[in-house]
């Protein structure tokens, strides 16, 4: 996935056509050049940021080497000569003028072509944190308490609900809830065998056994979104649409959110940086 930078795109616009309306004389050519080489540093970012732009890579070379041949020339020809007659970089400045307008069609006709889309809000969830860091939508004291795969499983859930991929939003959603269960059956339960139980049910029957008013709150989250969730998902013909995976994305969070409240602070691993003889 490659974010767009809209703002450079309108930049990269307006440096562009300034380039293709220049009307080169002897006594203007310097601040021509100034015009062209703004364009240049634009267009140089525009290849270099973006892999997928092919078609118009080839008319943006020349557009580039044509600019650096009126740069050789202000390098090499002293100050008092760049306002005397010079048919040659005259001629020059209209090879750079016509690649630019071929550039610019060329570049437009494929940016067309782009698959583009906005993504559309999903409750109060801005976009950009949900498709790079949805686990923030955690209290910080809850993303102490789990691992890095569960956070990782919570940020593909919410990548996927911001694209409108519901079911895989879903899906995702319940492996990390299914995974902090586990932990929360082991620290409730304490069960000598460490495995993980082979359903749901099982999870909910074993947590039954306790009394604890805390512990019945979890029962009752997990029994609704197993209920009313979780079977659903495990039919592969089932379809969710966003507005089903945003209702999971919610609830499941509270589930974890209650369940995690319960479990030890997870130790982070730090790569040690001494240095080894």
């Not at 498709?131 to 990782?152: G, Y």
């Not at 939003?169 to 620290?187: C, D, G, N, P, W």
Request: glycine residues 4%; neutral net charge.
């Amino acid at each position: 996935m490659e974010r767009i930078n809209l703002p450079f795109f309108y930049q990269l616009g307006t440096e562009l056509r300034p380039v293709t309306e220049l009307k080169v004389t002897e006594k203007n050519r310097i601040q021509s050049f100034i015009t062209c080489l703004r364009a240049q540093n634009r267009i140089q970012s525009l290849l270099g940021s973006y892999s997928t732009l092919t078609v118009c890579r080839a008319s943006g070379g020349e557009l580039l080497h044509n600019i650096g041949n009126i740069d050789d020339w202000v390098k090499k020809t002293p100050s008092e000569e760049w306002r005397k007659e010079d048919q040659n970089i005259d001629y020059v400045f209209q090879q750079v003028i016509s690649k630019a307008k071929e550039f610019e069609i060329v570049l437009s006709a494929e940016l067309q072509t782009l698959a583009t889309y906005h993504v559309t809000q999903k409750g109060i969830y801005s976009t950009t944190s949900l498709i790079e860091k949805a686990e923030m939508s955690l209290p910080e004291s809850i993303l102490n308490k789990i691992d890095s795969a569960i956070v990782e499983e919570i940020r593909q859930s919410g990548r996927c609900l911001a694209f409108d991929v519901a079911t895989a939003s879903a899906f995702h959603m319940m492996r990390a809830t299914e995974s902090v269960i586990h932990k929360y059956y082991l620290q409730v339960c304490k069960p000598q065998s460490k495995k993980k139980l082979g359903s749901w049910g099982a999870y909910i029957t074993n947590l039954s056994q306790s009394q604890n008013p805390q512990v019945k709150e979890v029962i009752a989250l997990l029994q609704q979104i197993k209920d009313r969730h979780h079977n659903l998902i495990m039919h592969p013909e089932i379809v969710l649409t966003p507005d089903e995976a945003f209702t999971l994305f919610e609830i499941a969070q509270s589930a974890i959110i209650t369940m995690a409240g319960s479990l030890p602070i997870v130790e982070k691993k730090v790569k040690s940086t001494q240095a080894t003889a």
